[in-house]
T-cell receptor
Framework: GAGVSQSPRYKVAKRGQDVALRCDPI?????LFWYQQALGQGPEFLTY????????KSGLPSDRFFAERPEGSVSTLKIQRTQQEDSAVYLC?????????????FGPGTRLLVL | GQNIDQPTEMTATEGAIVQINCTYQ??????LFWYQQHAGEAPTFLSY??LDGLEEKGRFSSFLSRSKGYSYLLLKELQMKDSASYLC???????????????WGLGTSLAVNP
């Protein structure tokens, strides 16, 4: 079946521009995660949804970052007034159930470059 | 605080065995994951340990010692396609519940040479 998909795969933005990154999780997956991964680093947690509820947003680096999942399926990560330090790969992952041992399935990521 | 340590780089020869270590210091523990990530691609799940001991899955095995805050990933019969970054990630247990975030190491870049 289809895996996690993300769009766009690549995004170049001018500093100060707003961007929206989309994640389509595996159908039926309850949990959805957003991560930020800088070059040569491990993923850094941004936020987590259980269905449409955003249960943890402790990793969002500033109030310029906003995520939503209004119908408990597709999620959008929005970054307002982008800065050069926002340049990274943004990974989305989903898991079937909301259990600690659940495997997270990752999408291919959106590579954001802010000039 | 939270800290996960793994070697930055390792090299090995095709057909050999390699062990990638991971040590962690977290405020709680609710499972440890190993993921493989090829350059430019998303991480893919390899293994999950929550109890002490060895979990074997084909050419890959993962070991956990909770008392030592230590895990390793063992790769046998190395193949060229095993060249990738290997990421250790820990899930903390949090009293508040509903905490599912993973704390990630920086990854170990493994190069398999012919």
């Amino acid at each position: 079946g289809a895996g996690v998909s993300q769009s766009p795969r690549y995004k170049v933005a001018k500093r100060g521009q707003d961007v929206a990154l989309r994640c389509d999780p595996i159908s039926g997956h309850v949990s959805l995660f957003w991560y930020q991964q800088a070059l040569g680093q491990g993923p850094e947690f941004l936020t987590y949804f259980q269905n449409e509820a955003q249960l943890d947003k402790s990793g969002l680096p500033s109030d310029r970052f906003f995520a939503e999942r209004p119908e408990g399926s597709v999620s959008t990560l929005k970054i307002q007034r982008t800065q050069q330090e926002d340049s990274a790969v943004y990974l989305c992952a989903s898991s079937l159930l909301d259990r600690p041992q659940e495997t997270q399935y990752f999408g291919p990521g959106t590579r954001l470059l802010v000039l | 605080g939270q800290n996960i340590d793994q070697p930055t780089e390792m090299t090995a020869t095709e057909g050999a065995i390699v062990q990638i270590n991971c040590t962690y210091q977290t405020s709680g523990f609710n499972g440890l994951f190993w993921y493989q990530q090829h350059a430019g691609e998303a991480p893919t799940f390899l293994s999950y340990n929550v109890l002490d001991g060895l979990e074997e899955k084909g050419r890959f095995s993962s070991f956990l010692s909770r008392s030592k805050g230590y895990s390793y990933l063992l790769l046998k019969e190395l193949q060229m396609k095993d060249s990738a970054s290997y990421l250790c990630a820990v899930r903390e247990s949090v009293n508040a519940g509903n905490n599912r975030k993973l704390i990630w190491g920086l990854g170990t870049s493994l190069a398999v040479n012919p």
